[in-house]
């Protein structure tokens, strides 16, 4: 008892791995050999100290400790290894292998009980190991979880990166894009005016040269004069050419959603506008049906009036940033888009000429950009217009009929 | 108009500026002669007279500065001005390596272009003064018989008549005859304008 204490004390574990290390099945017959033996040993001991009182329960800590550290095998072989020593030690007559009759039930028990204490104490231990092998599954589960997690987390600081990085991209696309057109139409808006220019300034000077007393010829002033009128006239022909131009050549009509060009356009232009401190709202209405049009122009003119907005508010510095873009179902089946900022607004004076081409209040503006966004617009049979926003700003807003003309 | 009135070639295919650019030239008293295409210049004949050229740099066809080479090409030797409406660096700078007078971008001061066309006239006929000369002088290098070329060849050297006679193998007196004849027939008043003569015609060449 006390050696049997002494094991599943401090030795326990050490045994456990000690037969889990040498795992035969002989190995572990020799265990319950051994734990039978040791029962032996100690019952004899016992039986020295305490003649009268004979027992038992050694043999049955014996067989269920080899039924746990054996299994169901060994624990059967401690059953019958042990009903030896317990015929000779227990039942009637002791001291002789012999059994009496009426101590037979007594011994059915004995055996009874044997086999269901080894074969408990295997169920358990099974039980135990497949509880341990589990655990340590989900050891093993819980540890892959986490490491997944872990690089989910890469994953996702990456994609977030990547977003941003792609965003940004866009946002430069979306200006160059928007210079290069404008670029291109300029330059050969450039070389069209540029010839009258020449021609007129050439002319002009040709005429004050006739003008002065030295050389006075009023013949030749006069047709230098009337070369700048007709040079003149060619320019603004060239003009309304380019405005004919954009106004007709629509290569593409197909419905696309206004509020969806809107947050395009936001989207396309976020960094921007976070980058100069603006703060941008949107009011979308719900269920306005498609327009029909060319998108991508009409997506350059958004570009173009947001732009315009946050310049504008470049100047602004006593308060918020606003930048307001607006869509509302008019009637008669057509919707307005207005972009309104919170900017010194337009003076009254260059109110009325603002969508003329040619004129700006930039400081590096060519003037053209909403001369040609308004060309745009009307080429889709809609209007656009500039009004002031109060207390502060400007609202330029964008009519466009819903699907059609 | 005399025949050593310059004229100005102008290449554009852009009717209103050629006008422009004749009532300008005409105003400041320059004959000029407008042409819509290059080839429409090539098959001109040209006067002998002192000139220059306004070129467009985009013409039909063919950009200016491949005419500019192609004219380069013939010997043409005409100073060109390029007048451009929308001119960069480049292109500029190619221009003018390639011995452009002046790169203007339309719409250019008037002023500016008359002072590049008068500068382009001075740098022509000054290049025609020095040629008609050079002509002249080769003229009277050819009046000169061979023994006299070859004296003149030693005596622009430096050399003393003595030294002369030595190498060619003649007296001192002989090479002093031939040395008048020389200086008459070149019509060279000193041995140093002689000199500088024999540079001119660099006999090497000729």
């Known amino acids: ?405 | 108009m005399s025949q050593d009135d310059p004229i100005v070639y102008v290449i554009d295919d852009d009717a209103a500026i050629r006008e422009a650019l004749s009532g300008l030239l005409r105003s400041v008293g320059l004959r000029m002669e407008g042409f819509a295409l290059p080839r429409d210049f090539l098959a001109f004949r040209r006067p002998n007279a002192p000139c220059c050229m306004v070129l467009d740099v985009r013409l039909p066809g063919s950009s200016g500065l491949e005419f500019q080479r192609e004219l380069s090409a013939t010997n043409a030797n005409i100073p060109i001005i390029f007048i451009t409406g929308h001119g960069d660096i480049p292109m500029s700078v190619r221009a003018m390596k390639a011995g452009a007078v002046e790169f203007l971008t339309k719409p250019f001061r008037d002023q500016e272009l008359i002072d590049a066309i008068q500068h382009a006239i001075g740098r022509d006929r000054a290049r025609r003064t020095a040629e008609r000369e050079l002509t002249e002088l080769r003229a009277r290098w050819d009046t000169l018989t061979a023994r006299e070329k070859q004296v003149m060849a030693i005596l622009v050297t430096g050399q003393l008549n003595k030294q002369i006679g030595a190498a060619i193998g003649t007296t001192e007196s002989t090479v002093k005859a031939h040395r008048t004849q020389i200086m008459r027939k070149m019509q060279a008043s000193s041995l140093a304008e002689l000199v500088r003569m024999a540079d001119k015609i660099d006999m090497q060449t000729a």
């Open chain 1, 1 to 405: 008892m006390i050696g049997e204490t002494s094991l599943t004390g401090f030795g326990l574990q050490r045994l456990s791995d000690y037969v889990a290390e040498r795992d035969t099945k002989f190995s572990r017959y020799m265990l319950a050999t051994g734990f039978v033996g040791l029962a032996l040993i100690l019952t004899l001991l016992l039986q020295h100290v305490e003649q009268d009182r004979p027992t038992l329960f050694l043999f049955f800590a014996a067989i269920v400790a080899s039924a746990w550290f054996g299994g169901t095998g060994p624990g059967c072989f401690a059953v019958v290894a042990s009903i030896p020593p317990a015929l000779y030690f227990y039942f009637a007559a002791l001291h002789t292998f012999a059994i009496t009759v009426d101590n037979v039930v007594l011994f059915i028990f004995f055996g009874s009980c044997a086999v269901a204490g080894g074969v408990l104490s295997s169920r358990q231990r099974e039980a135990e190991e497949i509880l341990q092998s589990t655990h340590r599954q989900l050891e093993l589960k819980a540890r892959e979880l986490q490491n997944a997690n872990f690089v989910l987390l890469n994953e996702i600081g990456e994609r977030k990166r990547t977003e941003l990085a792609l965003r940004e991209a866009q946002t430069e696309l979306a200006r160059v894009a928007r210079l290069t057109t404008m670029g291109e139409l300029a330059a050969s808006i450039a070389h069209e005016i540029n010839q009258p220019l020449a021609a007129i300034v050439m002319n002009a000077g040709a005429c004050m040269r006739w003008l002065e007393p030295a050389r006075f010829d009023l013949v030749e002033a006069r047709d230098a004069a009337q070369r700048i009128i007709r040079d003149g006239n060619r320019a603004s022909e060239v003009i309304g050419r380019i405005r004919a131009m954009v106004r007709n050549a629509l290569p593409e009509r197909a419905p696309f959603e206004v509020n969806a060009l809107v947050i395009d356009c936001i989207a396309l232009l976020r960094n921007e506008l976070a980058k100069h401190l603006v703060n941008v709202s949107l009011d979308l209405a719900e269920g306005l049906a498609p327009v029909r049009g060319d998108r991508i122009l009409l997506h350059q003119v958004v570009l173009n009036l947001i732009t315009n907005a946050q310049e504008a508010m470049a100047l602004v510095h006593d308060r918020p940033r606003l930048l307001c873009v607006r869509t509302t179902r008019r009637r008669c089946g057509t919707l307005a888009l207005a972009v309104i900022d919170n900017g010194p607004g337009i003076s009254a004076e260059s109110h009325d000429r603002i969508f003329d081409a040619f004129v700006t209040t930039k400081a590096h503006g060519m003037g053209l950009g909403l001369s040609i966004c308004r060309s745009i617009v009307e080429a889709h049979g809609g209007t656009l217009s500039a009004v002031p926003s109060l207390p502060y700003g400007t609202v330029f807003e964008v009519t466009l009929s819903e699907t059609g003309e």
